[in-house]
């Protein structure tokens, strides 16, 4: 008899100047898999996968950018020689505009703190050449940490389930599944139990600061 596979954990960062949240998804084993979701007309984008865990998040005012802290796993750490680094993307994708290898320390690595990207580290950060970052990048030195009490940051911390978005709108997620908690009664919004690893091509849009998404693509 084969062991039942457990439904994937879900974790959320709300945008807090526009109408968009990035689901983190871990699981199944090793893999996470980013989700965007439009909270104002509750569809949503499935993304990318990664072999890995993120560490933490932070997500810009307007939701187009993420910065996080990865451990990788697999076949990214064959590629880059290194399992642990921070980087930021354009969300639902992995893809990064820019990137520091170093080992973590207590505190947040990287983080948009008042639409600057505040990035601590011991390493050198990489951006494309004539890269147009949108975002004043300023270093501080390892270990002096932006407080966890930063709303921009996630730190996997609602452990029962509730989130609430900065308009004040409350979910829970519970075995894989996110609900709307509204009245009083629960609303099923996004079912993450039926999405599989599975490799995902990065649209040209997300491998730049600035360009436009194109029409969105949903799942329900």
């Known amino acids: 008899m084969m062991d039942s596979v457990p439904p994937p954990q879900l974790w959320i960062l709300f945008a807090s ?35 890995g ?6 997500l810009s ?3 187009r950018h993420m910065a996080m802290a990865v451990k990788a796993t697999g076949k990214r750490v064959a590629e880059t020689g290194k399992s642990e680094y921070t980087l930021v993307s354009r969300p639902p ?11 973590f320390v207590r505190g947040n ?9 505040v990035w601590e580290t011991g390493g050198t950060i990489a951006l494309p050449a004539g890269t147009c970052t949108l975002y004043p990048i300023k270093t501080k030195a390892l270990r002096e940490s932006t407080p966890e009490t930063t709303p921009a940051v ?9 989130w609430q978005s900065p308009q004040g709108r409350k979910v829970q997620v ?3 599944k996110l609900y709307d908690l509204m009245n009083n009664e629960s609303r099923l ?4 139990n039926p999405y599989q690893p599975t490799p995902v091509e990065t649209p040209e849009w997300a491998k730049t600061w600035n360009a436009e998404p194109p029409t969105i693509r949903t799942a329900s």
């Open 109 to 117: 690595n990287v983080v948009f703190e008042d639409d600057e990207l």
């Open 189 to 192: 919004l996004f079912d993450a």
């Open 174 to 176: 519970k075995e894989g």
């Open 53 to 58: 865990r993120l560490e933490y998040a932070s």
């Open 93 to 103: 994708y992995f893809t990064a505009l820019a990137i520091s290898f170093h080992f």
């Open 17 to 51: 100047k526009a109408p968009i949240a990035v689901i983190v998804r871990e699981g199944p084993r090793k893999w996470s898999h980013l989700i965007l979701w439009h909270t104002n007309t509750d569809t949503f984008e499935p993304g990318q996968w990664l072999k």
């Open 154 to 162: 996630w730190r996997k911390k609602s452990l029962d389930g509730i």
């Open 61 to 63: 005012s307007d939701g």
